[in-house]
């Protein structure tokens, strides 16, 4: 048993139920405060002098002036991948949009291909540092997606890598099927071909092997139509898998309406969306995964409609959407900064939306999420005094340290000695 004591801000959550509406904005905080930590997970919490009264004898440490949060969750990344794409960025530093260097080659195609020709071996050192970086900034779970090898060798490849990272890094990953990430060459012009080759070859061996708890696709003029993504879905759902999907990221296309119908745990990016679409989602449930910081690379002048689907009751969390293309950053504490200040989300609704809200969006906030007695005790120390100055102080990274399943994952002054 461990008592951290004399916590500035303890940031608790008494139900650890995902947040909607209202609640959304609203955060329980400690002052002075104590942690109990036991066999890996939260016990009790209060005040300092009380918890220290109700537990002598037991190790402490004092983090006097520092704020406790629950571990951030991201929600939605693709960690896995070779090569780089940094001219693409320049391309569109000049003015050229993410359609036209698809259409132009680049894109999702060039990816595939120093994916397909990477070693496991390289990709999972590429990952293992990703999730090092991750890991640093205060993220002890991802959600990680295949989908840059659109056949059956790579996307499985790429999901053993995931396997194998889950097994030696502290971030515990959920692992997807993207696989409908696109469309290879060989399925040009013929993407219900390509969708019924993943159906029938490639999605039984992954159930069976257990490699993938989700399955995604990319509904989007540039990927798939509304109804070969039903289709898909539907499909995967018949199969055994849990729905997630990237939709309405670059135009109006029906995602939140397709995401209502198979019941998704989460529709993500859903930038250009209708009232409707927002209605239909409240009402099956469907967590909105927004994706801020791919907005800010891509330089829109839209982002996702947070307020809407906050007052809609919707819940809405908030993920990096790291990849190679359209949003190279680990850094979910930047993805923060800016869906408070282009989202207009408040602080409140932001720490809720990468923490409790983003659990449920993998239908984990049972385990893990907030810091509630009972839950395993992911947790991160910052070196501020109150939870504002992560939105204030932007740019900086205050985690001095992370802590998953009650075990010490990350020092930050041991890594200056």
Not at 352 to 379: H, M, P, Q, W
Request: charged share 25%.
């Amino acid at each position: 048993m461990k008592i951290f004591y004399e916590i500035s801000q303890l940031i608790i959550s008494e139900d650890g139920l995902p947040t909607r509406g209202e609640a959304q904005g609203k955060l329980q905080i400690i002052e002075d405060a104590s942690l109990v930590i036991e066999e890996g997970k939260f016990i009790d919490y209060g005040n300092s002098k009380e918890i220290l009264k109700a537990y002598p004898d037991m190790e402490k440490i004092s983090l006097k002036g520092k704020t406790v949060l629950p571990s951030f969750i991201d929600a939605h990344t693709h960690p896995v991948f070779g090569g780089s794409r940094e001219e693409e960025f320049a391309m569109r530093l000049q003015g050229v949009p993410y359609a036209e260097i698809a259409k132009q080659g680049g894109g999702i195609v060039k990816t595939v291909e120093a994916t397909r020709k990477a070693s496991k071996e390289e990709l999972l050192e590429s990952t293992l540092q990703t999730l090092d970086a991750m890991l640093s900034l205060g993220v002890t779970t991802i959600e990680a997606k295949s989908g840059y090898g659109l056949d059956k060798v790579t996307e499985i490849k790429m999901l053993e890598v995931i396997e194998e990272a889950n097994k030696i890094h502290p971030i515990e990953l959920i692992p997807t099927f993207l696989g409908a990430h696109s469309f290879p060459l060989d399925f040009k012009g013929k993407p219900k071909q390509y969708l019924k080759f993943l159906i029938k070859k490639v999605l039984p061996e992954i159930k069976e092997r257990n490699l993938a708890r989700y399955c995604d696709i990319w509904c989007e003029d540039l990927g798939f139509s509304a109804r070969n993504t039903e289709y898909f879905l539907n499909a995967s759902k018949e199969l055994g898998f849990r729905i997630r999907l990237h939709a309405n990221e670059l135009s109006s296309f029906g995602g939140g309406t397709i995401a209502a119908k198979v019941k998704a745990d989460s529709a993500d990016h859903m930038v250009f969306i209708s009232d409707n679409e927002i209605r239909e989602m409240e009402e099956n449930d469907v967590v909105a995964t927004l994706l801020p910081g791919t907005m800010f690379t891509l330089k829109s002048d839209v982002y996702a409609p947070a307020r809407s689907f906050i007052d809609f009751g919707v819940p809405v969390a908030v993920a990096t959407d790291f990849n190679p293309g359209s949003c190279m950053s680990e850094n979910i504490q930047m993805d923060m900064v800016i869906a408070a200040i282009e989202m207009d989300m408040t602080p409140e609704e932001v720490i809720n939306a990468v923490t409790v809200n983003a659990a449920y969006s993998l239908r984990i906030d049972n385990e893990t999420g907030s810091i509630t007695k009972g839950k395993n005790a992911d947790f991160i120390v910052l070196d501020i005094p109150n939870y504002y100055f992560i939105f204030y102080h932007w740019g900086m990274n205050f985690i001095e340290s992370v802590y998953k399943n009650g075990d010490l994952v990350y020092n930050k002054k041991n890594l200056r000695s």
